[in-house]
């Protein structure tokens, strides 16, 4: 039964349709476990806007209930105008009947253009994803859909200011993460597979993808905060039109050969392992940096300030491997297999390798991983 409930999500009040499951077949699609998503969100977009320290306009690109752009209007200070935009009728009555809970209300300018009267502007508009941003400027662009990004990359680089944000969602993990390797490839351009470390490669593949599209619009992507939570990849990225930033951003592209039989990994390409198995090859493949740290430390305290202790705790657990962030984590189940072991303890392990002068973390991406710079033979004997 499907039922149109109100509820409150951070500072903000809005309906929301909800049904015995979560499904895209609800009339408006909403998802309680983005919440998460949506807090991260604005807490990453306040911290871009202090640094940018300009007013800025959002497009909220794939807006459903409006759930994320109206929150981005209510709990984000320096906002100056702000569009949401969704090509179903029934988000756009929905929108609207969200708006009026704040005492927004719109007037049509156009065909499916609607706009208030009150600052921070807000326009609502009924079309396709890709003519909007095709059509149009902003500082900050959110692409956040059920499934895949991919169709609406180019058009978000087109529409994003060359100083500005990209927030974007991946929620089909499955191809990214080694599932299906042929649909991966047929979206994102690069073949995944299933490895010990899926999850930064599935992450490592999204953000490959974004950085090769705005390659051909003459705009850097760099990566200042990517997470792994649940079942989706949340990457945040600021965009610049340098061309030294493009090129160090390529200079961090690397094929990487992976080993099944040992969990060996190379950032070159090589066909057989040091163990004599056949490896798998994928890439070229981005193996830079995955956050900023300067970003990610104000963020911890944005996330803080507002009271947003889940996401905290990610971020903190974050800046933890930030240090390690280009050396690919282990999963310490996957090796105990190998060394026909019982895994020790994540901070037995790390204590050993640090007393052995190696660096080594804990990763958000897998609760059994482990980062470190300790060579592979070293890690196994480790254990």
Known sequence: MVVLEKIKEGQTEVYVYKGDKIS??????????????????????????????????ICD????????????????????EIWLNDKNPNAIELIKKNLSLHNIYLTEIEKNVWESSKFPKVIVTKKDANV??????FTVVDIDP????????????????????LCITATDTAPLCGTYPKACFRKYGIKSFRCDFEKELGARILVSSIILTGTKYEKAFIPVFT????????????????????????????????????????????????????????????????????????????????????????VEKILEEIELQREFYYN??????????????????????????????????DAKGIRTNAEYELLIKSF
């Open 132 to 137: 909007l941003l095709s059509e149009n400027v």
């Open 332 to 365: 310490t189940h996957f090796l105990s297999k190998i060394t026909k072991k019982a895994p020790p303890s994540l901070d037995k392990l790390i204590s050993t390798l640090n007393s052995l002068g190696y660096k080594a973390s804990r990763t958000h991406f």
């Open 227 to 314: 997470v792994y939570y649940k079942h989706f990849f949340r990457v945040f990225g600021k965009l610049s039109p340098k061309e030294s930033e493009i090129s160090k951003l390529l200079d961090k592209f690397n094929y990487i050969s992976y080993c099944a039989h040992c969990g060996r990994r190379y950032l070159e390409i090589k066909t057989h392992c040091k163990c004599g198995k056949k490896t798998q090859i994928t890439g070229a493949l981005y193996t830079g940096e995955l956050w900023d740290k300067k970003f990610v430390e104000e963020l911890k305290n944005e996330l803080e300030e507002r009271g947003f202790n889940e996401e905290k705790t990610i």
């Open 146 to 165: 059920f499934g895949s990004p991919a169709p609406f990359l180019d058009s978000a680089f087109r529409s994003c200011y060359w100083k500005g944000f």
């Open 24 to 57: 895209s077949e609800l009339p408006v699609f909403y998802n309680p476990i983005m919440k998460f998503n949506r807090n991260i969100s604005v807490a990453c977009i306040s911290v871009f806007q202090k640094n940018f320290k300009k007013e800025i306009t």
């Open 61 to 80: 690109a794939l807006s459903a209930s409006g759930i994320a752009g109206i929150r981005y209007l209510k709990e984000i200070k320096g906002v100056k």
